[in-house]
């Protein structure tokens, strides 16, 4: 795949500023471009790079032009338009057909003849993969499940009784979804479980990052809705419901029943505790606990900041005699 | 399945209000619940929908009784008494016998004639599969392995050397028994591995969540007594040892050599570090991290608050100079 | 396998101080040996089961020798010497050749002759299977992967596409490598997905634990140097790049453009935030998140310490209110 400047910037909406005649064949950043590849600033840290890329162009917005000797493919949003071009020089992935002679497909499964089933694969009675569908190695899709279409299950992704998956979504591998939920009743001798017996709705053009779990609901669904982005090792429990084009990085937990609106982004390893609500529009910063319903849109944080060992240990000690602090300077004031 | 709302009052030993030849079919919350469906109350967060749900009955405490049109079941349990309705309802879960014709067993291993070993399961030299119990899809049990029985391995569930898994116990998809510990010791250059060779011993009744990973002890066992409850994406160390009935909730990390008591619970996110001892009934609250042993029952915490971001900022770098504060004070008193 | 103490002496390069005729054949903790087992002293912890041990003998340092009843092997590091013991003492890993019938291996992959790969894995075109390497049950080689000598995937391992494993490297079940990057771009409805094209590039001699997952990179590789020892449940993001004989313990989240030095130490559940620099010989206490690059080596800790939670909470509220405590006591000053 090669393109030139000219045919590059039409097909981005960029504004050409040098030789559009020049060809480039793939994406790389302004330290490692040669000269066929196109480069992209997004993120001020690595404007430095300008002056010395030797990239054939750099996709970047009016401001950053004209500080280096690249051609110029300006634009709004670089970093969308980075992607668009990785993708337009990018050979198209190739779309499968058919079922392993590996695989195991119950009879009474539905298998779209434009769908493929890779090797190791299990398909249970009931379970319906849609048109398009690409499931890689050593997926179990358990009986009733449905697939939709052009969704692609990487490899070794698990999908449990009960579970819909959309369209158009992509599940990276060694995901579980629709897993029991922790739901436990005290006994006098210990726990008694709580039979799970609900599903889990996932909608379409979500992605869900490496070996996370999505539980089912104990009653009802666990709900992911339309657009959802959850990156790797996340834990979604049982009745949790988020809400459309929510982002998740990696390591979040969110416990059972809390109900995430849309638009937020909960940034790596937060935690939201069990039957809360959180507006539309929310932003978590990384490894925050939220332990309360936020009905106001707008970013929040939680945690201590990073010192020397040595600091944080002289500070840390006095943490715990806080409240007393208060009481004391409150004395003193009277 | 369905009973008379005298036949499930019965069975759970509930006091019923109202009309008792009522059928019901299915348990449902009070805000999606039908006229078929059985409704409990054990969360006062819901309590405001017992006016309006249309459950033919709701489970309740005899203090949240008469504040709705339902029939109601009256006991002092709501939680566990759904569970057991959940049950009731539910049609019995099929238990199958026979190994899939896909799977690989080892003709060194014993498998019980009542156990199932489903498709892509692998059984080595010398492992013992109880009486009933059920390998789903994908598991992978290496030579001499124990599962007890009526042990169910949801799927792709790893069971590595020497470990030994007890009866009644569930196992959900992705968990792995038995990886090696991360013992290294320091070397001039880097690192040297500490060959681990211990086992695992998990007792009956223990219930482990998805993705979850317990290590092999290092030398002697890493140990999960009977009737611990685990949730998902928990990581047990080394030659940890988790009392009998505690519960451990997801995401939770517990380091080397750690030994957990009885009846204790972890909630999610907390994380243990090594060669600790926390005595019996202690809980631990929500991403808390345990730096000392605990020798005595209680509940114990750690962390910051949820702020919004400007908040937050102030006070971050606020706590970087605490002790400072503290110093200075105490120059004022004086 | 069994030794007299003068042989294990020699081997491990200690000083023998008494009955070097005694046969000992496995390595066990001090309060579980028996007399045919020897021991170790490495943690001043366990340093009160000296004079109660049944072991045969004990590893230990000079400083510690003459405390209890049982034959000593002297030297400067017991920890070492107790792994290197254990290794001399263990029957050696049988080491297969060959390719499980029940193996999926595409005719474009090679597979060296002394490799072997168990059931169920699937080995994709292009793919190179080093000499000696051992694949165990359920892993994944996609097309054009490496994989070098003597390199070990215990289990259900799935390394994707563009990645390259060194030699003698120990990979631990439910591992996921070269996995999507959480790459977005935000689009006016919501998200647009950065193709993730970049490879992952794992050194020699580099372990990596239970079902920790690997991006690729976004454009050019993610990097694990030589010698890195990664626990489990540990997350490492597109483009992040570890220096050799780092050290990350588990449940460590790294975000993407990361750059860890060499020689660093993360304890279990710390985090660390994208695009930063961290230097060489870094160490990184538990659960701490690191915000900004680290410049010096050194400790560096996050937090607050656990407290009963009735004392949290107290002092929870105040934190929220400590910018205006300082301000006060400023005010008091004056």
Same mark, same amino acid.
């Given at each position: 795949?090669?393109?030139?400047?000219?045919?590059?910037?039409?097909?981005?909406?960029?504004?050409?500023?040098?030789?559009?005649?020049?060809?480039?064949? *793939?994406?790389?950043?302004?330290?490692?471009?040669?000269?066929?590849?196109?480069?992209?600033?997004?993120?001020?840290?690595?404007?430095?790079?300008?002056?010395?890329?030797?990239?054939?162009?750099?996709?970047?917005?009016?401001?950053?032009?004209?500080?280096?000797?690249?051609?110029?493919?300006?634009?709004?949003?670089?970093?969308?338009?980075?992607?668009?071009?990785?993708?337009?020089?990018?050979?198209?992935?190739?779309? #499968?057909?058919?079922?392993?002679?590996?695989?195991?497909?119950?009879?009474?499964?539905?298998?779209?003849?434009?769908?493929?089933?890779?090797?190791?694969?299990?398909?249970?009675?009931?379970?319906?993969?849609?048109?398009?569908?690409?499931?890689?190695?050593?997926?179990?899709?358990?009986?009733?499940?449905?697939?939709?279409?052009?969704?692609?299950?990487?490899?070794?992704?698990?999908?449990?009784?009960?579970?819909?998956?959309?369209?158009?979504?992509?599940?990276?591998?060694?995901?579980?979804?629709?897993?029991?939920?922790?739901?436990?009743?005290?006994?006098?001798?210990?726990?008694?479980k709580i039979p799970q017996v609900g599903?889990?709705?996932?909608?379409?053009?979500?992605?869900?990052?490496?070996?996370?779990?999505?539980? #089912?609901?104990?009653?009802?669904?666990?709900?992911?809705?339309?657009?959802?982005?959850?990156?790797?090792?996340?834990?979604?429990?049982?009745?949790?419901?988020?809400?459309?084009?929510?982002?998740?990085? *990696?390591?979040?937990?969110?416990?059972?029943?809390?109900?995430?609106?849309?638009?937020?982004?909960?940034?790596?390893?937060?935690?939201?505790?069990?039957?809360?609500?959180?507006?539309?529009?929310?932003?978590?910063?990384?490894?925050?606990?939220?332990?309360?319903?936020?009905?106001?849109?707008?970013v929040y944080s939680a945690g201590t900041?990073?010192?020397?060992?040595?600091?944080?240990?002289?500070?840390?000690? #006095?943490?715990?005699?806080?409240?007393?602090?208060?009481?004391?300077?409150?004395?003193?004031?009277?």
């Amino acid at each position: 795949m090669a393109l030139t400047l000219a045919q590059l910037a039409d097909q981005l909406g960029a504004e050409l500023r040098g030789d559009g005649s020049v060809p480039v064949s *793939a994406v790389a950043t302004l330290e490692q471009a040669t000269a066929s590849d196109v480069s992209f600033l997004a993120n001020p840290r690595y404007r430095r790079f300008l002056a010395t890329t030797r990239a054939a162009a750099v996709i970047l917005t009016p401001s950053d032009s004209g500080q280096g000797p690249a051609n110029e493919l300006v634009l709004d949003d670089p970093y969308r338009a980075y992607g668009c071009a990785v993708r337009l020089l990018s050979p198209p992935v190739p779309v #499968r057909t058919g079922i392993h002679p590996n695989a195991d497909v119950d009879n009474g499964a539905t298998v779209h003849p434009s769908a493929w089933v890779d090797a190791f694969c299990q398909i249970g009675a009931g379970a319906r993969i849609g048109a398009g569908a690409q499931l890689g190695p050593g997926c179990i899709i358990c009986p009733g499940v449905t697939i939709g279409d052009d969704t692609e299950l990487v490899a070794r992704v698990t999908v449990l009784a009960a579970a819909s998956v959309g369209a158009r979504t992509l599940i990276h591998p060694g995901v579980v979804i629709g897993s029991d939920g922790f739901g436990l009743a005290r006994t006098e001798e210990g726990w008694e479980k709580i039979p799970q017996v609900g599903g889990v709705s996932i909608g379409d053009e979500v992605e869900i990052g490496a070996n996370t779990t999505v539980d #089912r609901g104990a009653l009802g669904d666990t709900v992911i809705e339309r657009g959802v982005k959850i990156d790797n090792q996340v834990q979604i429990a049982h009745n949790v419901h988020i809400g459309a084009h929510t982002a998740i990085a *990696a390591c979040v937990g969110i416990s059972g029943s809390t109900s995430i609106g849309r638009h937020c982004m909960l940034a790596g390893g937060a935690g939201v505790i069990g039957h809360l609500r959180i507006a539309d529009n929310v932003t978590v910063t990384g490894m925050s606990m939220v332990t309360h319903s936020i009905h106001q849109a707008g970013v929040y944080s939680a945690g201590t900041p990073l010192m020397h060992n040595r600091q944080w240990r002289r500070n840390a000690v #006095r943490m715990k005699r806080l409240d007393e602090l208060f009481r004391r300077v409150k004395d003193i004031k009277k």
